[in-house]
């Protein structure tokens, strides 16, 4: 009889690239509970049109690279950038911007440079950037959390407005954003950067409807829940803890020193800790490995270096918020950092 | 259990090193470790390739129809790196001819093929109890003329490794076993214990080490009772438990577990004083030394699930595998592999008509449920989990990227050639990317360009040193032909100048007369001359030409 023949080793007992990407998937619904608490049901169909999107682009690019059309869908990672492309923007966005961030996450960040493995940026976060600067306006509109808002909308009128731009209602985005008073209401990091402008001290700032126990209202929680979702892939093995302590130290320690020496005009760690993409970015987006630094201390230098630009960014940037241009700087850095923390092969040192 | 820890508690004091990386695989030793070693019936035929390991082939003694005594010399030892080979039972050559042998190809080698008549006859033997006033060369002869190879491994001749003339510091027995399912060192510790101390004081009284290590597994407590009552209060030998842990049998990983110290790249572990040999090795000195035996036989695990009987067996060498297999209850399943060696190094057998050779510890019969093949090769996302497993502290993602774009000279740069192939990168790889097998066939590629390169330098150095050759035997050649038309020359001038002399005698005028004739011939001829030259040059260096 003839036998099988197969290179060693015989065995495998790792888990697959496309299991652990479902892990990912798993770990992300946490924060995505809570975002659609807080944000509406809107975030479901962002992700939606992202997975579709996302998923017929993949099979075009890899028919277009005459590979066979299911082969690259089969790792799930396509369906991972979309689903962290689509909670990060406005549940409220109009359906054309996700449409147009997942296409150009799949098609050009990732498929142009080579598809998998060869991309240089983190596919969500390039699609990210490219919708903030080109739709500034719809990558904005976030509602305030659904404890302080006016307005709450039924599943029908959330599909409209992503469909239509307007509720069935015929209010705008622009609208459903005030508060009682009317004001338009702003995220929490953004109210803190304008108000900072506008003269006030961050006691005056907190005190603010955007705000209740340690950072933004419902954004605080929103971040837990991310949290939550992280620990559970370190303890799954999935990601090591490198990346994520990594960036929160680099995030956190800055912002701490910070606050000591201008506790009016800087906010504290737990206030950066829980804001914005803080949690979502250290757990989910900066452990992303393709453009990542490959070795444990390459990942520490690199989720440092993310924590730090984040904080220099919201503390004195233009922007309220930095994860995405911070992780996009990073990758850059990446081929450097790879560079200096290659480690000595055995038998080479000394 | 209470044993285990008290014995870990007792030796695993001073582990002084840790190496980095590694893997956990499944041990699965059971239930080889736990039974006794059994022996089979003789084969109907047992097939000895002339050449078993590392080195040129000796010189075949035996003629097909040749009765052969057990133990008898069947092949003459070559120069460098040969060993001899010997009947491992008596009976009849019956051909010697090519066979499949036990190697990844599978490509036919010579082998002697013998049919065993049963009668297990020894040959002469000799015996030689004590040892200690026997010259150390006459002890290397003797390890050598058994044919001992390093039965741990890549199967390096003993003799020339203990040869070797640098002061060692330790001798290192290896015991660890670190490959799952193989229990082939296990059993023997636990049943030949004394035998292989033995053979371990021989070996430290033939390389003078001052003291021995002896490296067991922790995950076998049985081996390590019996060592350590064999043992006893034997100080020279110090026996070490390491943590299980792959690879950390490993030549290179249990050096860095024990001393600490890493083995330069590029150098052998007796460049820091160290020596290393694996327990059955110490076993086959000691029954070459004290009992005059030859190495005929060798113990081999046969495991798996597509076995009912899984043990250890005594197998002979030359034992084709299938008779190991009919006798263990072989039940395949479709697509069955048959792997020599263990899961993680071991290489799968295109056919079991190959036989065991000295280096064969263990034949793995999987299901596909137990070991599941590996499925589609997904790219490579640079998670890093090759890097931390990596007990060379390499880069395999990195060398995976370079190997793919055949680029060798970053290939060599990333230490390529530090690899040993431990298959751990792979164990854990997410996208299941065959890593190994990418580097094997890098360093082929390597090879082959330093080969290639070699040669080319060669035909480069012959092709110039031809070119000058001819250009000197061009100029050698005109200058013969100058030289032989300068001479004509001369000859025709000294000719002409003769009759010149005449007038001098007085009769002028028709000497005047011949004198212009002979001057015209000459100066004819001298013009013919070297045209000729001239031509014959032309045509050289034409000739030359074509040559060239």
Request: include cysteine.
């Amino acid at each position: 009889m003839s036998f099988k023949i197969a290179p060693s080793p015989h065995g495998h007992n790792q888990r697959t690239t496309s299991e652990m990407m479902r892990w990912v998937c798993y770990a992300l619904v946490p924060g995505v509970l809570l975002q659609s608490y807080f944000f509406g049901p809107g975030v479901w169909f962002q992700i939606t049109l992202a997975v579709a999107t996302a998923v017929l682009a993949e099979m075009a690019c890899t028919v277009a690279r005459e590979r066979p059309a299911f082969s690259a869908l089969r790792d799930n990672t396509a369906i991972v950038t979309a689903i962290l492309l689509a909670i990060s923007i406005p549940s409220l966005a109009p359906w054309w911007v996700i449409v147009i961030g997942t296409l150009f996450a799949i098609v050009v960040v990732k498929h142009v440079y080579g598809g998998m493995g060869q991309n240089l940026f983190n596919p969500a976060m390039a699609g990210y950037v490219l919708l903030l600067i080109s739709f500034p306006v719809q990558m904005t509109n976030w509602l305030p959390a659904s404890t302080i808002s006016e307005h709450s909308l039924t599943l029908w009128q959330t599909l409209h407005t992503i469909l239509f731009e307007y509720t069935p209602a015929g209010y705008s985005v622009e609208q459903l954003r005030a508060g009682i008073d009317g004001v338009t209401m702003a995220t929490p990091l953004d109210t803190i950067k304008t108000e900072l402008t506008r003269g006030y001290t961050l006691t005056e700032i907190y005190q603010g409807p955007e705000f209740s126990y340690f950072a933004g209202a419902g954004w605080q929680w929103i971040n837990l829940g991310f949290l939550v979702g992280g620990l559970l892939l370190i303890q799954q093995r999935i990601i090591s803890w490198h990346i994520p302590l990594g960036f929160l130290a680099g995030l956190c320690l800055p912002a701490f020193i910070a606050h000591i020496f201008a506790p009016d005009l800087m906010p504290g760690p737990i206030v950066h800790a829980l804001s914005g993409a803080t949690m979502l970015g250290a757990f989910f987006i900066a452990t992303d490995p393709v453009s990542a630094a490959t070795s444990n201390r390459g990942r520490v230098i690199f989720a440092l270096l993310i924590g730090f630009i984040v904080f220099v960014i919201r503390s004195w940037g233009g922007y309220p918020d930095a994860v995405a241009f911070a992780v996009l700087l990073a990758n850059m850095c990446v081929p450097l950092i790879d560079r200096y923390t290659r480690p000595v092969v055995y038998g080479h040192g000394d | 259990m209470s044993d285990v820890k008290t014995v870990n508690r007792d030796f695993n004091t001073d582990i002084i090193g840790q190496f980095p990386g590694g893997v956990h695989p499944p041990e699965r030793k059971q239930p080889a470790s736990s039974r006794p070693i059994r022996r089979l019936p003789l084969p109907a035929e047992l097939i000895l390739p002339v050449r078993q390991h590392i080195g040129p082939s000796g010189k075949v003694l035996v003629e097909v129809g040749d009765r052969v005594d057990k133990g008898q010399r069947l092949t003459e030892a070559g120069l460098s790196q040969g060993l001899p080979l010997h009947a491992p039972t008596s009976g009849i050559i019956a051909a010697i001819e090519e066979r499949p042998t036990a190697h990844a190809s599978g490509l036919p080698e010579q082998a002697i093929v013998i049919h065993p008549d049963g009668e297990e006859r020894w040959g002469n033997k000799h015996a030689l109890p004590d040892y200690h006033d026997v010259e150390i060369s006459r002890l290397l002869e003797l390890v050598q003329e058994a044919g001992i190879a390093g039965l741990g491994g890549a199967g390096f001749p003993t003799a020339q490794k203990l040869a070797q003339q640098k002061p060692l510091k330790h001798l290192i027995i290896n015991g660890v076993e670190c490959e799952p399912y193989i229990a082939a060192d296990d059993r023997l510790m636990q049943e030949y214990a004394d035998d292989i101390i033995a053979g371990t004081r021989i070996l430290q009284y033939i390389t003078r080490c001052d003291s021995v290590l002896f490296a067991i597994e922790d995950n076998k407590p049985e081996a390590i009772k019996a060592i350590a009552a064999a043992i006893d209060d034997d100080t020279q030998i110090k026996l070490k438990v390491v943590p299980t842990k792959y690879p950390s049998g490993g030549e290179k990983q249990l050096i860095e577990l024990l001393t600490g110290h890493q083995v330069p790249s590029g150098k052998l572990p007796m460049d820091i004083g160290l020596l290393m040999q694996n327990v059955g090795t110490a076993y086959a000195v000691k029954r070459a030394i004290i009992h005059g035996e030859p190495l005929l036989e060798r113990v081999v695990t046969l495991t798996g699930e597509a076995l009912e009987q899984r043990g250890n067996v005594w197998a002979l060498l030359g034992t084709p595998i299938q008779h190991l297999l009919d006798e263990s209850g072989f039940n395949p399943e479709k697509k069955q592999r048959i792997i020599m060696g263990g899961p993680m190094m071991g290489f799968t057998l295109p056919s079991t008509e190959v036989p065991v050779i000295k280096t064969t510890n263990c034949i793995l019969a999987p299901t596909d449920h137990e070991l599941p093949a590996p499925g589609p090769e997904l790219a490579c996302i640079r998670c890093g989990a090759c890097s931390d497993v990596c007990p060379a502290t390499l880069q395999p993602q990195q060398l995976q990227w370079l190997a793919k774009a055949k680029d060798y000279d970053e290939l060599e740069k990333h230490h390529l050639f530090d690899c040993i192939e431990c298959g751990a990168c792979a164990y854990v790889c997410p996208s299941e990317i065959p890593l190994v097998h990418y580097y094997r066939k890098a360093k082929a590629e390597v090879r082959n360009i330093a080969r290639e390169k070699a040669k080319a330098e060669q035909a480069r150095k012959r092709f110039e040193a031809r070119q000058e050759r001819l250009e000197r035997e061009k100029q050698e050649r005109l200058e013969r032909h100058r030289k032989a038309a300068e001479e004509r020359k001369k000859m025709q001038q000294e000719k002409a100048s003769r009759p010149d002399s005449k007038t001098d005698s007085g009769d002028e005028k028709p000497a005047g007369k011949s004198a212009a004739v002979a001057a015209a011939i000459a100066r004819a001829k001298a013009k013919k001359a070297a045209q000729a030259a001239k031509d014959n040059a032309d045509e050289d260096s034409s000739a030359k030409g074509n040559e060239s």
